[in-house]
């Protein structure tokens, strides 16, 4: 074997035939007792399969096809344009002779190395004597049957039959099929695919005597039973023992009142070979049937393909009663019931015409009432189990249906054409009216009708009739038709007889959706077919035929007329509801108003009576209405002129406030014009012994509006593109890109594309456009801000959504932060009302949440790529920036939030996708930080958890700088729903592989104030004991300057305790200082003018709204019940000079409240800056100067959190 590329002398042979082909030679000897075909199905100017000799390989002759003898060897050569090896096909026939007991070869390999590049099918024949059975044994892996494609490509195939292929039976390998038995003449093969390894033992081959199949079968008298070989199938005999000789067929035997009888086959299988037909016999008399069901011996013959005929006799005037068990469905004749189980209902009527109905097994109908001998045949499948069923009998009788009809109506009740016996009967005392044509019921009163056939839909119809007079001025009552009881399965027909003055018009308006005129002959599809007839003096005229939705909402016909409506048995009555007026006078036969639809329509008409004439010396009118911006076309397309003897026929056109426009049917009639316009056809007195007028005619409209144009650049901006779809019902709203119509515009980045709209409303559009934003390297990408770019001022709609794609590398990270400080997330309680609101979304489209500005959100970072989707009432005021994006390393969540909880109000956390839940195998964290002094209380208000296939959900809570976990929660255990975390942490969730439900999570956070409540009782204890030490130092200095007192004054401190609850203690210890004792103080210092001041004392009460220390301050009222917390601050060093008063700074100034020193942005900061004024004439102003004014219980402050701790 060689490729043709090293050939070349043969590749110059098909150069002029094949541009650009594929060729193969190999060498090919089938063994002994093959026969090889090849063969394609391509033509022979694409494919050739040539054979090829002499020292050069030059090809011989080329054919299409190829059979190869046995034992021979040839060089062929394989050029095709197609692929070779799916361009031929390769057959390889062996046959395998026996004896009657040995087979030759006995072992089948067949030769599996022959031209594997190619699809091949190995074909064994089997050839034995009459009465032999060739058995194949299947070397290696069994066999599984099947009706699919092999996997593996190995497809065995097995027939009885080499020019019968019905029974073909398909297997695969890797089942437990391990022989075959079969009979002479039997085909098996083995197709596989091209370059496919096929083994070299297949089968074992063995012949023996056929065995064929015995029975043992009763029939009694009222039963036939009829054997008969299908033609097709191999030959096969059926036997009886008729004495001492066998009775043997090969094509059938019949059998009848026969007992213990041996019924054998010359096959093995013969059910695949024989049907069998059995006929019953069932005689009824007027009461009863003999048998009372149709059944038979559910063994007899059963995995055969069985035919049961039931032959059911029964007097006349007697009703025959079938009951079904199992339920039957009816079906039609050229059906085929899919579970094999058919059932046909032959009936014979007086007449001898037999009326045939066909079911399948399984169905709502359960009983069946015939009228005459039946014969009832069902068809079993192999295999299949019968149903039984009933056979009863009874005198005919009725039907009896309770009829009030309202007053001015009338019912008649009609018989169709029909040879069976069946008559309509009002009862009525004391003997009942019947007749056998027509009953008609005129006095609106309860009555029975009763029909003397079980099934009276099929030979009579109804129809209602009801009459309404009209006045001048109004009519007795609207056309109203409500769902009528009335005869619900026969066919039923309503008119409506109306009259009004001789010289006026009864009106009928439509609904809304109007009418549309068909054919008079048609039916409408909804087999509601409404028809408007008016009497003339020349006789009645059918002003037209119309179905539900169409143009037509208003008729008006002169003087008097009829409205009928006809609905088939067995159908729902859906009327519409017509309102009756009394119109105005006119000279018309009939007015029709037409309202054209938008958009490009084309809408028919036709003259009344058409296609028989139009009445002579009539005109008929129609009035229609165009839509605006529309242009409308006139089209006669089918008409013929009768012979006037008076006048002429004339077709004129109006518009409104202009001049009247004739002419004749052959000029050419208005094209594209605009407004609304009626038509009068006027007909002339004509030679009726010739064709009259007849018009059928159409009319066209079409839009003759102005789209709105709009060029669009996108070059301008990289990377965004484009979208503008149809959100309204508007069907005649055209949007076209580049002169093609599309429902959906796409303009695709970095192209420009002219765009088109017309009658589109812009609020029946919608404009989005969307920006990707690519980042191969992380860590080289800078930050990007989310604006959204100026688009084209001549779109006409406004932008309704900005989308940003940001695509990261794999182990990339997208950080989102809000350009004003923070995010809120849209929650329950906590929607988001602003004018822009922002969607966030992983690339497969799983939702990470809504959210909008100014709350507790100071970060978003996502693992993966993530879309932004800005949704805003007006693009043109607000553009942004919305977000600022960067890039980052990889984070192991998928997910994380920074979050700082707020005072004012309780902090929600939602997970992803709430209220849905999280994506499986996902997590998500939340790093809360909390100001100083504050502690978390964390409640777990809302947490959904599914059952998981694979892993476990998961809750954990741990401290910022903390390795081990205060909180860890999963599905299957019950954890707290309720937590307090005394400084910023972790909050971290992360689901299973859900089996069913979803997890999801609504977290709770409120601050609370730290409660200290062993320093305050500490506090308490210190203070008393200063009060003492103080009291004791101020009686020792006041005795011993006792003699100094002018221009000296005490300072007074009324009852009760000299601290407030406000109060605090000196920057120094009391043990260190004697800041705490009091010589004198000067009285104008104390009582002067600033403490009289009103406005200054309350500006620097409202200035300092914390708590005031060591200021002297008359008592107010009754101070708190718990003493104040005093911390102890650290030891200051010693003042080089003794002081002998307390700093002004420290004794009048309400001091800011004191907090541990920090950053000069958190929480605990402290100005202490003094205030320059005259009191303070030993200490400036100055620089900011943070001390810590208490060391008691100091909590230890959070870490800074930055990018490089986390």
């Known amino acids: ?298 063994d007899l013959f059963q995995d055969f393909k069985r035919s049961l005929t039931w032959d059911i006799s029964v007097p006349e005037r007697t009703v025959l009663n079938l009951d079904f068990p199992g339920g039957l469905k009816e079906m039609s004749e050229a059906e085929n019931c899919q579970n094999g189980h058919q059932y046909s209902m032959s009936t014979t009527k007086s007449d001898g015409k037999i009326r045939t109905n066909s079911y399948c097994k399984g169905g709502t109908v359960f009983h069946l009432d015939l009228l005459g001998a039946t014969t009832v045949t069902v068809e079993v499948p192999k295999g299949g189990e019968l149903e039984s069923f009933t056979v009863k009998a009874a005198p005919r009788g009725g039907r009896m249906t309770p009829v009030m009809p309202d007053p001015n109506t009338v019912i008649t009740i009609s018989r169709v054409p029909s040879d069976l016996d069946c008559s309509v009967c009002e009862k009525k005392e004391p003997t009942p009216i019947c007749k056998p044509t027509q009953l008609i019921l005129r006095d609106p009163r309860n009555t029975t009708v009763e029909f003397t056939c079980p099934q009276p839909q099929d030979v009579f119809t109804v129809e209602i009739n009801r009459k309404i007079d009209c006045t001048e001025a109004s009519c007795s009552g609207d056309i109203v038709q409500a769902e009528s009881s009335l005869f619900p399965d026969f066919n039923r027909t309503f008119t409506w007889d109306l009259k009004v003055v001789s010289t006026r018009t009864f009106q009928l308006d439509f609904p809304e959706t109007g009418m549309r005129q ?203 593109s484009l979208q503008v779809e149809k959100v309204g019902s508007d069907p005649y709203c055209e949007m076209r890109i580049n002169s093609t119509i ?46 959204v770019p100026q688009l084209d001022s001549s779109l006409p709609m406004p932008l309704h959504s900005f989308t940003w794609h940001l695509a990261v590398p794999q182990d990339g990270t997208v950080d989102l932060v809000s350009p004003t400080g923070s995010l809120r997330q849209s929650l329950p309680g906590q929607e988001c009302n602003q004018s822009v609101s922002l969607h966030v979304a992983e690339s497969d489209g799983f939702s990470v949440g809504d959210f909008c500005f100014e709350g507790i959100i100071q970060k978003i970072q996502v693992h993966g790529n993530v879309s932004v989707t800005a949704t805003g009432e007006d693009f043109s005021k607000t553009r942004g920036p919305f977000l600022n994006a960067s890039f980052s390393e990889e984070i192991p969540e998928s997910i994380i939030y920074r979050v700082s909880p707020q005072m004012s109000s309780p902090t929600l956390l939602a997970t992803p996708n709430w209220p849905q839940g999280m994506k499986p195998f996902s997590t998500v964290s939340w790093i809360v930080t909390l100001p100083s002094q504050y502690q978390a209380h964390m409640q777990f208000v809302n947490v959904s958890q599914p059952k998981c296939s694979n892993g476990h959900t998961g809750i954990k809570v741990k401290m910022l700088g903390d390795d081990e976990e205060i909180m860890t929660r999963r599905e299957d255990k019950l954890s707290q729903d309720m937590l307090t975390v005394t400084r910023s942490f972790y909050l971290t969730m992360s689901n299973c592989m859900p089996e069913k439900g979803h997890f999801g999570a609504l977290t709770k956070i409120d601050l609370q104030k730290k409660n200290h409540l062993l320093a305050i009782l500490l506090g308490v204890v210190g203070v008393i004991l200063l009060l003492l030490i103080v009291l004791a130092g101020v009686c020792l200095v ?169």
């Open 1 to 298: 074997m060689r490729l043709c590329a090293t050939c070349p002398l043969l590749g110059l042979l098909f150069l002029t035939v094949f541009d650009s082909s594929e060729c193969l030679q190999t060498t090919v000897r089938p063994d002994k007792g093959s026969t090889v075909n090849v063969f394609t199905e391509l033509p022979l100017d694409q494919c050739a399969l040539c054979r090829v000799s002499g020292v050069n390989d030059t090809p011989t002759s080329c054919h299409s096809s190829l059979s190869l003898p046995p034992e021979e060897e040839v060089k062929l050569l394989f050029n095709c344009s197609q692929p070779i090896e799916q361009a031929y096909t390769v057959t390889i026939t062996r046959t395998i002779e026996c004896t009657k007991d040995t087979c030759n070869p006995a072992t089948e390999k067949g030769q599996p190395s022959i031209l594997k590049e190619f699809s091949r099918t190995f074909t064994w024949e089997l050839k034995a004597p009459e009465k032999t059975v060739v058995s194949l044994d299947i070397l290696g892996e069994g066999l599984i049957e099947t009706s699919q494609p092999c996997p593996n490509g190995f497809q065995y195939s097995v027939t009885t039959s080499k020019t019968n292929t019905k029974g073909r039976t398909q297997y695969c390998q890797g089942g437990s099929v391990t022989r075959f038995d079969l009979p002479n003449g039997a085909v098996v093969s083995l197709h596989v695919k091209p370059k496919a390894e096929v083994d070299l033992m297949l089968f074992q081959a063995s012949a023996g005597p056929l065995k064929g199949r015995t029975m043992l079968l009763s029939v009694d008298s009222g039963t036939t039973v009829v054997v008969s070989r299908d033609p097709d199938e191999p030959e096969c005999e059926v036997c009886w023992v008729d004495g001492s000789t066998p009775n043997c067929s090969p094509t059938g035997k019949t059998l009848t009142n026969v007992e213990k009888l041996s019924l054998g086959f010359s096959c093995l299988k013969p059910q695949d070979v024989y049907s069998v037909k059995i006929r019953k016999k069932i005689e009824c008399t007027q009461k009863t049937c003999t048998p009372p069901a149709g059944e038979v011996d559910p």
């Open 518 to 720: 068909i054919p008079n002959e048609e039916t409408c599809p909804d087999e509601h077919t409404y028809s408007v007839v008016l009497y003339l003096r020349t006789g009645p005229a059918t002003i037209g035929t119309f179905c539900k939705g169409g143009t037509v909402t208003t008729i008006l016909a002169r003087y008097k007329g009829r409205v009928s409506l006809q609905v088939p048995g067995d159908r729902k009555l859906e009327p519409f509801d017509f309102k009756l007026n009394v119109g105005p006078e006119t000279s018309m036969a009939a007015i029709v108003n037409v309202n054209l639809p938008r958009g490009v329509s084309d809408t028919d008409f036709i003259t009344a009576n058409y296609p028989r004439d139009f009445p002579d010396s009539q005109q008929m009118q129609w009035d229609f209405i165009v839509p605006g911006m529309h242009n409308y076309t006139i089209h006669f397309h089918d008409y013929t002129a009768p012979e006037c003897l008076n006048n002429e026929v004339e077709v004129e056109y109006q518009k409104e406030d202009k001049k009247m426009t004739k002419l004749t049917l052959t000029d050419s009639q208005p094209q594209h014009q605009q407004g609304n316009f009626n038509m009068v056809l006027k007909n002339c007195e004509t030679n009726r012994t010739l064709q009259g007028l007849t018009l059928n005619f159409r009319v066209s409209v079409m839009r003759s509006g102005h789209p709105v144009l709009s060029a669009v650049d996108l070059t301008k901006h990289q990377g965004v």
């Open 742 to 787: 599309e429902e959906k515009i796409n303009v695709a980045a970095g192209t420009k594309a002219d765009l088109s709209f017309l009658d589109c409303p812009n609020e029946d559009m919608r404009l989005t456009a969307s920006k990707v934003i690519d980042c191969q390297n992380g860590m080289s990408c800078s930050a990007t801000v989310l604006i």
């Open 1038 to 1206: 006041a005795k011993k300057k006792k003699k100094d007192k002018m221009n000296k004054a005490s300072i007074f401190i009324s009852k009760g305790n000299i601290f407030r609850p406000s109060d605090r203690h000196f920057t120094k210890t009391r043990s260190d200082n004697e800041s705490h004792v009091y010589a004198s103080i000067d009285e104008t210092m104390v009582y002067g003018h600033l403490l009289g001041d009103s406005s200054y004392a309350d500006s620097m009460q409202d200035h300092f709204n914390g708590m005031q220390v060591d200021s002297y301050k008359t008592f107010t009222g009754p101070t708190d019940a718990n003493l104040p917390v005093i911390k102890e601050p650290d030891h200051e060093p010693e003042m080089d000079q003794f002081k002998t008063f307390l700093n002004p700074s420290e004794s009048f100034i309400p001091s800011r409240p004191r907090t541990p020193i920090d950053r000069q942005d958190s929480f605990g900061f402290q100005d202490r800056r003094m205030v320059d004024n005259e009191l303070y004439t030993f200490k400036s102003t100055g620089d900011i100067n943070t001390i810590r004014l208490s060391g008691v219980n100091m909590e230890p402050q959070p870490p800074i959190i930055t990018e490089d701790s986390l």
